[in-house]
């Protein structure tokens, strides 16, 4: 079954740090671009950033560019996400999400279940 | 940065078809995709590329790009429609992903 499973969330104090996770099966994960999307209680989705499938293609969103820094393993078929200097703002689910296109600049075609992170003193 | 815009929510009764724009500058220019998202679950894309529904959407699911305003048509609506729809593009000046702000769709 192709398959993402999202972990690594949980409470942060502002100015912490946290490492997301994101395990692919299914699927052979070095063809994909992968990005990460995040949710804020009771709003819109808002696209964090993607990683093209040999990581020679890397965007933040303005939000969080030099507080995050999404990587990737594909011996483990993992997707991360480690974000520092957190701020409530990016208190959200956080979902993985496939990108068929090498390049990072398409659909998103399989979610993960999402994670959530709080930020909060 | 480019801006989508959405309608907050549109109200559609069963049976009837639901449509829900997206409007951006050029739009037409761009590659439009759609996602459905029910509550407490994670997106699902109905419509990708403009037009396309992969394999699993309902025929009911169609969508169109033109001008300044990409649509996605839900024909003959079902209960199990109802959902916030967001449309997502790709920002080449940026490089970044865009979305819209959802849309709320209501089966009334």
């Known amino acids: 079954e192709v398959q993402l499973v999202d972990s690594g969330g949980g409470q942060v104090k502002p100015g912490g740090s946290l490492r997301l996770s994101c395990a692919a099966s299914?699927?052979?994960?070095?063809?994909?671009?992968f990005n990460w999307v995040r949710q804020a209680p009771g709003k819109g989705l808002e696209w964090v950033a993607c990683i093209s499938s040999r990581s020679s293609y890397i965007y933040y969103a303005d939000s969080v560019k030099g507080r995050f820094t999404i990587s990737r393993d594909n011996a483990k078929k993992s997707l991360f996400l480690q974000m520092n200097s957190l701020r409530a703002e990016d208190t959200a689910v956080y979902y993985c999400?496939?990108?068929?296109?090498?390049?990072?600049?398409?659909?998103?075609?399989?979610w993960g279940q999402g994670t959530m992170v709080t930020v909060s003193p | 940065s480019y801006v989508l815009t959405q309608p907050p929510s549109v109200s559609v009764a069963p049976g009837k078809t639901a449509r829900i724009t997206c409007g951006g500058n050029n739009m037409g220019t761009k590659s439009v995709h759609w996602y459905q998202q029910k509550p407490g679950q994670a997106p699902v894309v109905v419509i990708y590329?403009?037009?396309d529904r992969p394999s699993g959407i309902p025929e009911r699911f169609s969508g169109s790009n033109s001008g300044n305003t990409a649509t996605l048509t839900i024909s003959r609506v079902e209960a199990g429609d109802e959902a916030d729809y967001y449309c997502?593009?790709?920002?080449?000046?940026?490089?970044?992903?865009?979305f819209g702000g959802g849309t709320k769709l209501t089966v009334l």
């Open positions: 997502q593009v790709w920002d080449s000046s940026s490089d970044h992903q865009v």
């Open positions: 299914g699927f052979t994960f070095s063809s994909y671009s």
């Open positions: 590329y403009d037009s």
């Open positions: 999400a496939r990108d068929p296109a090498a390049a990072g600049r398409g659909a998103f075609d399989i």
